[in-house]
């Protein structure tokens, strides 16, 4: 039990963050009203196109954990030990993503994980679900919320405080309160989008790809990826420019189509049976980041998860800093009676953290698309693992401090990085005859990371 004011909670998106918190706040006795506007998603499919897989990694595992549902959750899940690059020629080869046995990430369906959080919300009995209703307005002047009823088109209001706004990167309640000038928002689009597709399962049912990676095709300006699915098939993900020589805007045809799978991925293509009617049917997504402030009005509203810091997904954190910032709300609970003195403290908490996250994802598509085939970078990965290894109360690669290590902040990571990436590269410019001095190692450690 909180000593917060005992008023029902309301969270406008059941989407997988709004699920889960209402798992946590009704674990705390708390009374939760879930407004979402899609169709109860236990009873209709998933949307198609739309990020299906998602990489599970240590933050959203502890949520999960927190939330007591991971237990329901592991059947889902397929650990990944690193990527798996593919090269023009049909090479592939294994880039681990750490070193120790539990240093993988987990690919899981959207779908199916959503599923699960929504069932547990359900069993508790203060958690009403409400779906297919829709937030037309925030209206914090008067108090109110107002939605509309997608099956009978009939509007209703209710009192907006205190309100989780967990309802995604096109939240309308930002939309609504950025309208009316009561927050700031940026939105900053990525120049390149994407579109999914499927790698089906053998005739066996199972992968036809190694099953324990994430398979990247990195070309330089765009790539293809692929995550398995529990089913035996692969989901695959081309992100491209939109506009430009090599871009979606370019492939006007079957043939374009045809040529660049052919000539960039062609031994991805010999397992998309169906990739020319997929490309043709899935949706073409969009990319970006978005910047708000504040994240919350008073006591009346925060904004959680995309609907205040929507990342671009190329270092697989959007769901797990979502998961983040309902563990970290959950653990301020206990800690304020009033809900402006919660909110303001959540958003101070996790605004520099969530900032870090999204230079950090924007940084890492430039190296899964490009970098991973640069020699110096594989070799400065080599020499950050002995580093770790031979230091490991110090240097702890940032891949693995945002993957592995929830105790270190995303802050706390993008900093240290960046000071690692200079051991790195000093290291790396004095090799002796190829060989690192681990004397020299050892000082510059000692003098830069606490």
Not at 304 to 327: K, S
Not at 394 to 408: D, K, L, T
Request: glycine share 8%; aromatic share 6%.
């Amino acid at each position: 039990m909180t000593s917060l004011p005992d008023r029902p909670v309301k969270i406008v998106g059941a989407g997988l963050a709004g699920a889960l918190l209402a798992v946590l706040l009704a674990r705390r006795g708390l009374a939760v009203d879930v407004f979402d506007r899609r169709p109860d998603p236990r009873l209709a499919g998933s949307e198609r196109g739309r990020s299906i897989n998602l990489a599970l990694a240590s933050r959203g595992i502890a949520a999960l954990e927190r939330a007591g549902v991971i237990e329901r959750i592991r059947p889902l899940l397929i650990p990944m030990r690193g990527r798996m690059i593919h090269s023009l020629s049909g090479e592939t080869q294994l880039q681990p993503y750490g070193q120790r046995q539990d240093e993988v990430i987990y690919s899981v369906s959207r779908g199916d994980l959503n599923r699960v959080l929504i069932e547990e919300a359900a069993r508790h009995p203060r958690v009403r679900l409400r779906f297919r209703q829709t937030c037309v307005a925030a209206m914090p002047e008067t108090g109110l919320l107002r939605f509309r009823d997608e099956g009978t088109n009939s509007e209703c209001t209710v009192p907006i405080a205190p309100t989780f706004a967990t309802d995604g990167a096109g939240s309308a309640i930002r939309t609504s309160l950025a309208r009316a000038g009561l927050i700031g928002v940026r939105e900053d689009r990525l120049d390149h989008d994407y579109r999914e597709l499927t790698i089906p399962a053998g005739r066996d049912g199972h992968h036809v790809m190694e099953a324990h990676a994430l398979h990247i095709w990195p070309r330089g300006g765009f790539m293809l990826i692929a995550l398995p699915n529990t089913d035996g098939s692969f989901t695959a993900t081309l992100f491209l420019a939109r506009s430009g020589a090599d871009s979606f805007e370019s492939l006007t045809g079957r043939e374009r189509i045809t040529a660049l799978f052919q000539s960039q991925f062609a031994d991805a293509a010999q397992l998309m049976p169906r990739l020319l009617e997929e490309f043709a049917a899935n949706p073409q997504g969009q990319l970006g980041t978005v910047y708000t402030r504040p994240w919350h009005l008073g006591g009346q509203v925060l904004l959680l998860g995309d609907a205040a810091h929507a990342i671009v997904p190329f270092h697989g954190q959007g769901m797990n800093a979502a998961f983040e910032d309902c563990l970290v709300l959950d653990s301020l609970l206990d800690q304020h009676d009033t809900w402006e003195a919660l909110f303001a403290e959540a958003e101070r908490s996790r605004l520099p953290n969530t900032a870090a996250i999204a230079q950090m994802a924007l940084e890492n598509y430039v190296e899964m698309r490009d970098t991973v085939r640069d020699p110096t970078y594989l070799r400065r990965k080599e020499l950050a693992m002995a580093l770790e290894r031979r230091f490991p109360d110090r240097f702890i690669p940032r891949y693995s401090m945002v993957m592995f290590h929830p105790e270190i902040s995303y802050a706390e990571a993008l900093r240290r990085g960046t000071v690692q990436e200079g051991v790195l590269a000093e290291l790396d410019a004095h090799r002796a005859h190829g060989e690192v001095d681990f004397e020299r190692a050892r000082a510059l450690i000692a003098e830069r990371l606490t």
